[in-house]
């Protein structure tokens, strides 16, 4: 059914358009309604737009957008081979002579971070956003440079871990952040707004997340909330949803007990390592926080305790303390009994 029947133009700027948005945007309005992608920012006003109806072929997580306006240069500034797709990947710079001269009344905003003069006229912005070259001048928007981070030595994109999780049927939002861990690892925790009428299950979340994304690209732990924190321009605020990442604790675990001296001693480990209070033997080791990286500190601790060396895939492969364990004694029997 039709939402808005007569709406004519839908226009969305600020965030990253997804092609989810463009789903429901084909979904909820008519067929005499664009939708349109705008890009631009206070310190240069509009840049580009893209036009999208319901014909339009969206076959990227990111929307794309025509950065092209009159009287102003828009490039990539210190451009690098992207990692997948086509073209480089750089950050979004605008030359002109009609742009902000600076910031009012912010000392702290140092304009020669943001600014540099090219003549007595000219200057040149920096926008702090990410773009990625395509085909007949296509941009791809790749959200802002500090959501680009370091997880286990591979860029990450938060953007594009937020597009995948808000293309999943069960997701009406998200925003994804990082933390950094007891061991000083750098996370990444996701705070889901799941769809209407449908109940949270973060084991079958990360295990659809698995079948889209690298390993290191899922997230350690997901918080479900009714809704996200927004700033008073509609954009997610990150920084109240990162006080509470520091200030939550995990939600309660269902725990067994351990059934014999393995078990427990595993437990200890667990607990050790995961940073989590409370472990039964039944509990998952992803949905506990547990990575690649961790588990090879897992392998080494065990290695220590019973001479026994595990591989990384023998404790990804065995999720549980209880799988665990039958795995080391199946293989491993004689270690044991001497242990």
Known sequence: DESLPHLRLLHLGGEPVTKRDVELYKKRFSDHCILVNNFGSSE??????????????????????HLEVEDKEIFLANKTEATHGEGMIGEIAVRSQYLSPGYWDKSDQDP???FTEDGDTIRTFFTGDLGLEGCDGVILYKGRKDHQVNIRGFRVDL???????????ACKDVAVLTRTSDQHDLQLVAYVVPAQGL???ESLLRSQLSDLLPGYMVPEEFFFL???PRTATGKVDRQTLSTEARGRDR??????????????ELIKIWKDLLAVPAIGIRNRFTDLGGNSLIATRMANRIYDWLGIRLSIGDILGHQTVEELATH?????SEHVENG
């Open 199 to 201: 109940i949270s299950d």
């Open 251 to 264: 939600k309660p675990i269902e725990c067994m007990a351990p059934q014999n001296d393995l078990e427990e």
């Open 328 to 332: 080391i004694v199946q293989t491993n």
């Open 159 to 169: 953007i594009e871990i937020e597009a995948n999780i808000r293309n999943l049927t």
């Open 112 to 114: 020669a971070r943001r």
């Open 226 to 228: 009714e809704s996200l």
């Open 44 to 65: 240069t006003g509009p840049l580009g737009q893209y036009f999208v109806t319901k014909q339009t072929p969206i076959s990227e997580n990111i929307v794309p957008i």
